[in-house]
């Protein structure tokens, strides 16, 4: 955590203290006074307000980048060298789908308002010919 966010941390806390000590004796006065409809100072609201402000920025500012950690072995993970991208060998990139003769995209073009109704009719009236011919 930086020496920054310690000190956001540490003055958001004192200012949220002291309008929380603020507004608690403005309580026990406003019970005193016959007027029960006394609202909270705006220089208290705004000085809550502003120590959120602030904690929140100290949080903010003590985000670091963490350790890559193995999901499995819990072992440290070495970053990896960002020099660039290695080739890509075709062989090697032939995916399953070719292989098959499909494509990742069969769930989208089989959905039900991508086929062509009567051009598949006319494909399984020419196959039902064609086995009982």
Not at 79 to 95: C, H, V, W, Y
Request: hydrophobic fraction near 45%.
């Amino acid at each position: 955590m930086s020496f920054i966010s310690r000190v956001c941390y540490v003055i958001g806390s004192l200012l949220l203290l002291n309008a929380g000590y603020a507004s608690y004796t403005f309580n026990q006065v406003a019970k005193r006074v016959l007027d029960h409809n006394l609202e909270l100072p705006l220089d208290i609201k705004i000085e809550a307000l502003v120590a959120c402000v602030i904690v929140a920025l100290g949080a903010i500012l003590s985000i670091e980048a963490s350790d890559q950690v193995d999901i499995y072995s819990g072992a440290l993970v070495k970053p990896r060298d960002q020099s660039g991208l290695k080739n890509i060998f075709m062989g090697e990139a032939t995916g399953e789908h070719e292989i098959i003769g499909t494509t990742p995209f069969d769930h989208i073009e089989s959905n039900v308002e991508f086929i062509n109704i009567i051009k598949r009719r006319e494909e399984f009236a020419k196959w039902e010919q064609s086995i009982h011919s």
